[in-house]
């Protein structure tokens, strides 16, 4: 081999067929304040994964949202905003420009599909989206056709063991949304025997060992799903009535 041929080692193609990373016991600094802390922390389990390198930045971790205030206040890696509803480009224009990190956005594949997805996917990427997302009943030739006008990756949506892996990659397909429910982890570990290094997200689940559990199957990424807004307000407005009452009663002694 000549010696002006330059070798690119895949860094993490070792920890995807081993199922783990090295980890780096470097003491990390952390700087934090009240009002800028994050509220809404990923699992630790997530820092498992080994994460799919997007455009420079190294993504482990994916929060499953459309909520701004909870983009705007969560430590994730990066946003997946998919919705049950047609998607509209004003949705997605206002979470790109309000998210501090990469954002892959939804544009239909079922529903709403053929030429309307490619031009909303077009307007995603030309508003600085890192990706877009495709329902699971989208159908290859919208994903060829796609293919040829994005420059970002394409992720379709896989929801069952059942699906045709290789015409899905051959269509052009660059990452894929495992979202099988308690069959996620199954999904993955059948589509990691096949393809070792073709990159995968993944459901993780409500439990540390579900996530856990995802990542040793093969999962690069993990999407978590956040609480709702109400309930994180509900025990917050609980701690302010505990204080307030505490307050109160020692004010009366």
Do not use: W
Not at 197 to 206: E, H, K, L, M
């Amino acid at each position: 081999m000549s010696d002006n041929v330059e070798i690119i080692i895949d860094n993490y193609s070792e920890a995807v067929k081993t199922n783990t990373e090295v980890k780096d016991k470097k003491f990390v600094p952390t700087i934090e304040s009240l009002l800028k802390r994050k509220p809404i922390q990923m699992p630790q389990e997530i820092y498992n994964a080994s994460g799919i390198k997007v455009f420079g930045k190294r993504i482990k971790s994916l929060i499953y949202t459309t909520d701004l205030a909870i983009i705007k206040n969560n430590n994730a890696d990066g946003v997946i905003a998919v919705y049950p509803f047609t998607p509209q480009i004003a949705i997605n224009q206002a979470i790109i420009e309000l998210s501090s990190t990469p954002v892959f956005v939804g544009v239909g594949g079922g529903t709403t599909t053929g030429q309307r997805s490619i031009d909303i996917a077009l307007n995603a990427e030309l508003t600085g989206a890192y990706g877009v997302v495709l329902n699971a009943p989208t159908k290859n030739e919208l994903i060829f056709e796609m293919k040829e006008r994005l420059d970002i990756p394409i992720i379709i949506t896989i929801v069952s063991e059942k699906e045709d892996f290789e015409s899905r990659i051959n269509a052009g397909a660059s990452i894929f949304n495992v979202s099988g429910g308690a069959n996620t982890a199954k999904i993955v570990r059948q589509i990691r025997e096949k393809h070792p290094n073709f990159p995968i997200i993944a459901t993780g689940g409500p439990t540390p060992e579900s996530i856990s559990e995802t990542i040793k199957a093969g999962a690069n990424t993990i999407t978590y799903t956040p609480p709702a807004v109400g309930d994180i307000f509900s025990e917050m407005m609980e701690e302010y009535r505990y204080r307030i009452i505490n307050n109160l009663e020692n004010k009366n002694k």
